[in-house]
């Protein structure tokens, strides 16, 4: 079986700019683990015909190619982070080829979002794939996706590794910055605030989905309730809204604003923003509870402040449910007060998550292996069109 996935080059590009350039790379690294697999190419519909650098250093030997280079090169395509051509795909499908369209950002949102906000979006044909494959935290919205694409969809296995975060991780200690949180190091720094934790929020507030509103309420919370909690308050991502009458509402509101403990900034990398100016991450998600920054906080050990039902079943991080600000703060105060000395037993829960994520273990091989199998199964023989 030779597969194809797509992605979407321009000019610029950092890995770091979303979790789906990364998430491409791990999928075709599952695949390539797998025996029937003969190759795993890229099908670039981008302008650069090339992948930022972390990409030939984490996963060397994947090919770059065009959608015309990849005609008779694949068998089985993927549309995942690139959108391919519909009169292409129309004639892959037509030779027996297989097409699979993996969706990883929230299928409703993506449907309606655009619409109601006026935001422009690249649109597909709904009928253009053999499959639809989803990970676990969109199961809710497979009927939906079944109805408008007018074909199976499947639920596959959610898979991320470290080495990204590992070369980053690398590069800042060329500048002399260390990430991950060091009980001893991190104390100097903490007594430095006063005790308190130094909070970053890096939710991208481009959608309902992932927003900084109720992180920012839940860390005024805790501030609020116990002013050892909270040093300083760091929102990413917010300089687009600042001066949007709703945020400065919301803004002017919180107590860590009024004192001068807040600040807004553009966007940064996790890694290189906590080496330098945090401790701890507050999150919110809606309906979206499989981010890669979880993994890349907790990979860290800092305390994650979250409501992630999924995090959540592995006992990882500190969960509050919901939009329950309230008892967001007091999982904040509680980072504060515990989180040094029940470090080893936290780092042991988020290794559970690190395991069940690992694209190399025995489940997430045989859940992909099954799929592409059976996706292939009853194809026709190949034949020229």
């Known amino acids: 079986m030779r597969i194809g996935i797509s992605v979407l080059s321009h000019e610029g590009q950092s890995i770091w700019q979303n979790g789906l350039g990364q ?4 999928i075709a690294q599952a695949f390539q683990r797998l025996p ?12 650069e015909q090339r992948l930022p650098q972390p990409v030939d250093a984490i996963a060397p030997g994947l090919t770059l190619l065009t959608q015309q280079e990849a005609t008779d090169a694949v068998d089985v395509v993927i549309e995942m982070a690139g959108a391919l051509d519909n009169a292409w795909l129309d004639l892959m499908r037509a ?3 297989k097409v699979v369209y993996y969706c990883c ?3 409703y949102v993506g449907l309606v979002e655009p619409v109601v906000f006026n935001k422009p979006v690249h649109t597909s044909r709904p009928d253009r794939c053999d499959e639809i494959w989803v990970v676990s935290k969109d199961r809710l919205h497979v009927p939906m996706m079944r109805t408008l694409h007018r074909c199976p969809v499947h639920v596959v296995p959610y898979v991320w590794h470290s080495g990204f975060l590992q070369a980053r991780i690398a590069e800042l200690a060329q500048h002399g910055l260390e990430y991950g949180y060091d009980t001893e190091r991190s104390r100097g720094a903490r007594e430095a605030a006063g005790g308190a934790l130094r909070v970053a929020i890096f939710e991208p507030n481009i959608s ?11 860390c005024d919370e805790a501030y609020r309730a116990d002013r050892a909690s909270v040093a300083a308050l760091h929102a990413l991502n917010t300089l687009h809204m600042k001066d949007h009458l709703t945020m400065l509402h919301l803004a002017n509101s919180l107590d860590l604003v009024r004192e001068h403990r807040a600040t807004f900034h553009g966007r940064h990398d996790i890694a290189g923003f906590m080496s330098q100016h945090t401790d701890a991450v507050v999150a919110h998600q809606w309906d979206n509870d499989q981010n890669y920054s979880y993994l890349d906080v907790l990979h860290g050990d800092y305390p994650l402040i979250h409501n992630s039902p999924w995090l959540a079943s592995f006992g990882a991080g500190y969960y509050y449910p919901g939009f329950d600000a309230h008892e ?5 105060i509680a980072a504060a007060r515990t ?12 290794r559970a998550v690190f395991d069940a994520v690992d694209p ?20 026709p023989t190949r034949r020229s069109v």
């Not at 029937?36 to 302008?47: A, K």
């Not at 309902?208 to 839940?218: Q, Y």
């Not at 190399?360 to 194809?379: D, F, I, M, S, T």
Request: one cysteine or more.
């Open 339 to 350: 989180h040094d000395a029940g470090l080893a037993a936290y780092r042991a829960r988020t």
């Open 360 to 379: 190399y273990n025995e489940e997430n091989l045989h859940g992909y292996a099954q799929r592409l199998q059976a996706l292939v199964e009853h194809a």
């Open 23 to 26: 998430n491409v790379i791990f």
């Open 105 to 107: 950002g929230q299928p």
């Open 95 to 97: 030779r027996g080829r």
């Open 36 to 47: 029937f697999v003969e190759s795993v190419v890229l099908i670039d519909v981008g302008s």
């Open 328 to 332: 967001g703060g007091q999982q904040l």
């Open 208 to 218: 309902v989905v992932k927003c900084s509103s109720i992180p920012m309420l839940a």
